[in-house]
């Protein structure tokens, strides 16, 4: 079966093309069905300014470009005549603005089940709350300020929707403790860098997970603290949010808004970020292949023993 998204409300936009300053027009209520068909694939994805098929109460109804995506994360569809339209479940957007307008080229977040190292022992990411208190790699407490949280469809975001899987003990001294699953661009921290989870990629102990085994729909969690910190998931060194990703990408950016008032910088950590597997450094290519550094012992299931570096270091509720 080919992959579709379907939605209940198509609004005309006002102020054609779309820019941050439209709003939605009245909607038209119907059974509406995209495909992704359009290019002769069911591959499950479909690009920016790739087609797609509609089709209204199970009847086709014809081809539509993929133009953009609202800040709620809704597609905007191109017509054959040059107008836009943008496709929801909301039934109440009427009058309101669309917001910037977005590529959702941003993922930066962790997949749903990361457990989170807390003041009270591991969580999983999406049960955090506002003001829960974190740990950071070096043992410092920080608390939360945002949990944001993006749909991610399938459909609509093609590669970008491909997660990263490290396996347990891919990273050395036994970590992660668990198989970790995030997007490609989110950073790891290891060695003193700030590596995207991409980079790592050695199609063995850490490896793309494959489009078919992606659900149509998922979401994903960005843990934001007052600074750009290092904290710990599944016992691993990995990077809370900087804005450089965009609180706009998150379905719920209103309620930062709602909650601060505005948008604030946060300086990125004073780490180099390798975002491409060439710079990667061959000591790091290395542990990832499950070879030990000279004279380390190797721990169970094939990986090093456990280490002392800060930013490796799993602290459990009981050492605190």
Not at 2 to 11: Q, R, V
Not at 122 to 148: F, M, N, P, S, Y
Not at 234 to 251: C, I, L, P, Q, Y
Request: hydrophobic share 40%.
């Amino acid at each position: 079966m080919p992959t579709t998204e379907a939605f209940s409300f198509g609004y005309s936009i006002l102020e054609d093309p779309p820019d941050g300053s439209s709003t939605y027009g009245s909607p038209a209520i119907q059974n509406y069905e995209f495909r992704d068909t359009a290019d002769g694939t069911s591959d499950g994805m479909t690009a920016i300014g790739g087609s797609v098929e509609l089709y209204i109460s199970g009847a086709f109804a014809g081809t539509f470009t993929v133009w953009w995506f609202t800040a709620s994360g809704d597609p905007i569809m191109e017509h054959s005549s040059g107008g836009h339209a943008a496709y929801s479940n909301n039934g109440f957007l009427i009058g309101t603005n669309v917001g910037p307008v977005t590529t959702g080229t941003y993922l930066y977040c962790f997949g749903e089940g990361t457990l989170i190292e807390t003041d009270t022992g591991q969580c999983a990411v999406e049960t955090l709350q506002i003001g829960d208190v974190v740990q950071t790699a070096d043992g410092r407490a920080v608390a939360v300020k945002w949990i944001g949280s993006q749909t991610i469809r399938k459909l609509f975001s093609g590669a970008r929707a491909q997660l990263v899987q490290i396996r347990a003990g891919a990273l050395g001294c036994g970590l992660p403790t668990r198989d970790l699953t995030v997007t490609g661009d989110h950073g790891m921290v290891l060695d003193g860098l700030v590596i995207n989870a991409s980079a790592l990629v050695n199609c063995g102990s850490v490896d793309w997970v494959p489009l078919a085994e992606i659900p149509d729909r998922f979401m994903v969690y960005h843990v934001e603290t007052q600074a750009h910190d290092v904290i710990l998931a599944n016992g691993t060194a990995s990077e809370t949010f900087v804005d450089v990703a965009g609180r706009m990408e998150f379905d719920n950016h209103q309620e930062y808004l709602d909650l601060y008032g505005a948008e604030r910088i946060i300086p990125e950590m004073d780490r180099p970020r390798i975002s491409s597997r060439r710079l990667l450094p061959e000591a790091i290519r290395a542990r990832c292949a499950g070879v030990c550094p000279a004279g380390a012992a190797r721990g169970g299931a094939g990986v090093p023993a456990p280490c002392e570096r800060p930013e490796h270091a799993v602290r459990s509720a009981d050492a605190r």
